[in-house]
């Protein structure tokens, strides 16, 4: 009778320590995703934020040389110079940003992978109960 209530007590207090972890497990995973999740809408306001600032940058390298330029064929160089930077800027840029998006589905990849890990750890805490 002993050795039952002992076996007994010792199924409880390993239910406990397994649902502690469980529970530490998933705050830890929260917090990490959280850090995570920050981190690429920071880079994508940064990203943005240059983007904005670059394409001004081009427009307003634009305005000075029409206003400078004298003839018919001085203002299409400058036309012709802006679209040139436009199509440049445009390429780096998109870059910059796809390389956001794989970032934040490979986050996305790894949070559903989690998920699935701790709805399967929760199951079996449940199957010991």
């Known amino acids: 009778m002993h050795k039952k209530l002992l076996l007994g007590m010792m199924?409880?207090?390993l239910q406990t320590v397994c649902a502690q972890e469980l529970s530490k497990d998933i705050?830890?995973?929260r917090a990490y995703y959280q850090k995570e999740r920050s981190e690429l809408i920071a880079t994508r306001k940064a990203t943005e934020s240059a983007s904005h600032k670059e394409r001004m940058a081009i427009l307003e390298r634009a305005e000075k040389c029409i206003q400078a330029a004298k003839t018919k064929e001085a203002y299409r160089a400058c036309e012709e110079k802006e679209k040139a930077e436009r199509e440049a800027f445009h390429?780096?840029?998109?870059s910059k940003k796809e390389a956001n998006h794989v970032k934040a589905e490979a986050l996305k990849k790894q949070m559903d992978a989690d998920k699935e890990t701790l709805k399967?750890?929760?199951?079996?805490?449940?199957?010991?109960?």
């Open 11 to 13: 199924i409880v207090s």
């Open 27 to 29: 705050a830890a995973k």
């Open 91 to 94: 390429k780096v840029d998109k």
């Open 120 to 129: 399967a750890k929760r199951e079996s805490h449940k199957s010991m109960q």
